[in-house]
């Protein structure tokens, strides 16, 4: 059996490179059509999961798609977008025009890679997978645990939405500087990590996951949410209505499609996130309509289920609203931003966390990179109470890691004013300072 499915994957593959040749893909791009954006012309055979991988590689770029036209009924797969940088300029790199000329056109490769967009074997790290219920302090406690494991994190990035968090995280050998490989060691790992998310809470959801191979770390994070159904809302809520993106879906009954729009705040990425929902639910967009030209975004997608169905019912209605509300909230960077550039050294990330808990900062999301031996970390923070975090605490945490290594970048809304501190809260400084990991086989919360 295993035969004749690896046969049917090849015969699929060469079909497809057949296929590619007959119809190379068509990439124009544009620079006079518009006044305000560079405009990129795609034509291509059409194939599941085109739309996804051709965004993806704009949208990694840092590009930002202010107006797109998508069309793929039938065999045939048009787009037109609109894109600039992050300043609102048109692209005049060459370097960046001909990557996306390399990487859409001729030249480039959609044939068994669009069946898991971005997955790449990893020759240089180990990837780790985390996800369980969120609270105060709990990056920190991870990391220390990775940390006492000899474990180096080179690069992670953490999201957390409703309560609930996930990590996709690149670590090293202390020692070796290379892939952790001895089975036992890595059972360790995840035996201890899944001790931490666990907490008190035994009964709570957790998972720890050693990959093999390292997916497109935001579409993992946009998938492992999913599958811990993040996108069932909780009691205690915090977001009203007014916050939430207007998420809708109507049955077109003439066309058998399934109409969703979609109206919300723009940022970076938006459309990313969404059609990467869309997929990963098993939906193809036949049409779309984006326009992200002023603050508020309108994006309009013509869909049916992979089956060739739309929409059956009310249940499944919800249930794509909820998901697309979840896959736009996720990204949204609740919190006050700092930024930290400093040379890089194991146990970095843990020291850091650690001075965020003690000083009662609750990490929210964070992106950590290393790049020539230096360490690039955006952190959102928030109180462990949800307030804004009061600036006399960010001075403080400021002078204990460096006035130059950590900036702050937030907005002046995501920073109150400094206050004097209550003596409870002076207390519950002094409980985390003076509490510390002894036994990482017996892991508690302490935040």
């Given at each position: 059996?295993e035969?004749?499915m690896?046969?049917?994957?090849?015969?699929?593959?060469e079909?497809?490179k057949?296929?590619?040749?007959m119809?190379p893909?068509?990439?124009?791009?544009?620079?006079?059509?518009?006044?305000?954006a560079?405009?990129?012309?795609?034509?291509?055979?059409?194939?599941?999961?085109?739309?996804?991988?051709?965004?993806?590689?704009l949208?990694?770029?840092n590009l930002?798609?202010t107006?797109?036209y998508i069309?793929?009924?039938?065999?045939?797969?048009?787009?037109v977008?609109?894109i600039?940088?992050?300043?609102g300029?048109?692209?005049i790199?060459e370097?960046i025009?001909?990557?996306?000329?390399?990487?859409?056109?001729?030249?480039?490769?959609?044939t068994?890679s669009m069946?898991?967009?971005g997955?790449?074997?990893?020759?240089?790290?180990?990837?780790?997978?985390l996800t369980?219920?969120?609270?105060?302090?709990?990056?920190s406690?991870v990391?220390a645990?990775l940390?006492h494991l000899?474990?180096?994190?080179?690069?992670a990035?953490?999201?957390?939405?409703?309560?609930r968090?996930a990590?996709?995280?690149?670590?090293?050998?202390?020692?070796?500087?290379?892939?952790?490989?001895?089975?036992?060691r890595?059972s360790?790992?995840k035996?201890l990590?899944?001790n931490?998310?666990?907490?008190?809470?035994k009964?709570?959801?957790?998972?720890?996951?050693v990959?093999?191979?390292?997916?497109?770390?935001?579409?993992?994070?946009h998938q492992?949410?999913?599958?811990d159904?993040?996108?069932?809302?909780?009691?205690d809520d915090s977001l009203?209505d007014r916050?939430?993106?207007?998420?809708?879906?109507?049955?077109?009954?003439?066309r058998?499609?399934?109409v969703?729009?979609?109206?919300?705040?723009d940022?970076?990425k938006l459309?990313?996130?969404?059609?990467c929902?869309l997929?990963?639910?098993?939906y193809v967009?036949f049409?779309?309509n984006?326009?992200?030209?002023g603050?508020?975004?309108?994006q309009?997608?013509?869909i049916?289920?992979i089956?060739g169905?739309?929409?059956?019912?009310?249940a499944?209605?919800?249930r794509?609203?909820?998901?697309l509300?979840?896959?736009?909230?996720?990204?949204v960077?609740?919190?006050?931003?700092?930024e930290?550039c400093t040379?890089?050294r194991?146990?970095l990330?843990?020291?850091?966390t650690?001075?965020?808990r003690?000083?009662s900062?609750?990490?929210t999301?964070?992106?950590?990179t290393?790049?020539?031996g230096?360490?690039?970390?955006?952190?959102?923070v928030?109180?462990?109470?949800?307030?804004?975090v009061?600036?006399?605490t960010?001075?403080s945490?400021?002078?204990l890691?460096?006035?130059?290594?950590?900036k702050?970048?937030?907005?002046?809304?995501?920073?109150?004013?400094?206050?004097?501190?209550?003596?409870?809260?002076?207390l519950f400084?002094?409980?985390?300072?003076?509490?510390?990991f002894v036994n990482f086989?017996?892991?508690r919360?302490?935040?």
């Amino acid at each position: 059996m295993e035969v004749n499915m690896s046969f049917s994957h090849d015969s699929d593959d060469e079909y497809e490179k057949l296929i590619r040749r007959m119809n190379p893909p068509r990439v124009v791009i544009d620079n006079e059509a518009c006044k305000n954006a560079t405009v990129i012309r795609v034509d291509s055979a059409n194939k599941p999961g085109i739309l996804l991988e051709v965004v993806r590689i704009l949208t990694d770029l840092n590009l930002i798609i202010t107006k797109a036209y998508i069309s793929s009924d039938g065999g045939w797969f048009m787009d037109v977008f609109n894109i600039t940088d992050q300043d609102g300029n048109k692209i005049i790199d060459e370097g960046i025009l001909d990557y996306i000329r390399k990487s859409l056109g001729p030249e480039a490769c959609f044939t068994s890679s669009m069946r898991s967009v971005g997955v790449k074997p990893s020759m240089d790290h180990t990837a780790i997978e985390l996800t369980g219920t969120d609270r105060p302090g709990l990056l920190s406690e991870v990391t220390a645990v990775l940390t006492h494991l000899k474990c180096n994190v080179v690069s992670a990035e953490v999201w957390t939405h409703n309560t609930r968090a996930a990590a996709v995280m690149q670590v090293t050998d202390e020692e070796t500087g290379g892939p952790i490989t001895d089975p036992d060691r890595l059972s360790r790992v995840k035996e201890l990590l899944c001790n931490v998310l666990k907490g008190s809470n035994k009964a709570g959801g957790a998972k720890t996951v050693v990959a093999h191979g390292v997916t497109h770390t935001e579409r993992r994070l946009h998938q492992m949410m999913f599958a811990d159904r993040d996108y069932e809302r909780t009691d205690d809520d915090s977001l009203d209505d007014r916050q939430r993106p207007n998420v809708n879906v109507v049955n077109w009954f003439d066309r058998d499609y399934s109409v969703v729009t979609i109206k919300s705040k723009d940022r970076p990425k938006l459309l990313f996130d969404t059609v990467c929902t869309l997929t990963d639910m098993q939906y193809v967009v036949f049409h779309a309509n984006i326009d992200a030209e002023g603050p508020e975004a309108y994006q309009e997608y013509y869909i049916r289920h992979i089956d060739g169905s739309p929409v059956k019912s009310d249940a499944e209605r919800e249930r794509v609203m909820q998901c697309l509300e979840a896959a736009i909230e996720r990204r949204v960077s609740e919190g006050l931003k700092l930024e930290l550039c400093t040379t890089d050294r194991v146990g970095l990330l843990s020291d850091v966390t650690r001075i965020f808990r003690e000083n009662s900062l609750t990490v929210t999301r964070a992106e950590v990179t290393t790049k020539a031996g230096k360490a690039l970390n955006t952190f959102y923070v928030r109180d462990a109470w949800g307030y804004p975090v009061d600036a006399k605490t960010i001075d403080s945490i400021r002078q204990l890691i460096g006035q130059t290594i950590l900036k702050v970048k937030g907005r002046p809304e995501d920073l109150k004013p400094s206050s004097q501190e209550s003596p409870t809260r002076f207390l519950f400084g002094g409980l985390f300072k003076s509490r510390s990991f002894v036994n990482f086989g017996l892991v508690r919360s302490y935040s």
